[in-house]
């Protein structure tokens, strides 16, 4: 299921800082001290996105990267699909040939459902939403980028 990974994950890191603040211009040392990205990642990361016209660097003194165009303009999908592969593969838990050959498996609309919930999310949400943001930290002990733990349940037969 297309969620986004980890490169995406990280790419949005770099596209959300330079969001923050549109009108100013930053180099990648910084992005990367910001979003705790390593240097070598957030400068590959960048020369992807410039390819793709999502930012625009300058080199030299006074230079750095910029949003190429206004972050409302910018949705998440715009950059994790430079990283990831946006089409789901076939999630049936029949077997890769049976939805779409005939009646559905029993889970085939509540996959669908959930997939194109994540497309709309990822189209709907722009860069805007980090405008004027500045990123707090998490307070020591709080549970933000805890993991997450499941119970295991009894089966009943």
Not at 46 to 51: C, D, E, G, M, N
Not at 123 to 146: C, D, H, N, Y
Request: charged residues 20%; contains cysteine; glycine residues 10%.
């Amino acid at each position: 299921m297309f969620i986004y990974g980890k490169t995406s994950s990280n790419a949005i890191a770099v596209m959300s800082f330079l969001a923050e603040d549109p009108s100013r211009r930053v180099g990648s040392g910084e992005i990367a001290s910001a979003r705790k990205i390593s240097r070598a990642l957030t400068a590959k990361l960048l020369t992807q996105l410039a390819a793709a016209g999502l930012v625009h660097g300058q080199p030299g003194p006074g230079g750095g990267y910029t949003l190429a165009k206004p972050a409302k303009k910018i949705c998440l999908l715009d950059i994790a699909s430079l990283f990831e592969q946006t089409e789901p593969p076939s999630l049936c838990p029949f077997g890769h040939d049976w939805c779409g050959k005939g009646e559905p498996c029993p889970l085939h609309n509540m996959i669908a459902g959930m997939i194109d919930s994540n497309r709309d999310f990822m189209k709907k949400t722009s860069l805007a939403i980090f405008e004027g943001q500045q990123p707090r930290m998490p307070a020591k002990g709080s549970p933000v980028g805890t993991k997450i733990r499941f119970r295991k349940t009894p089966r009943t037969t």
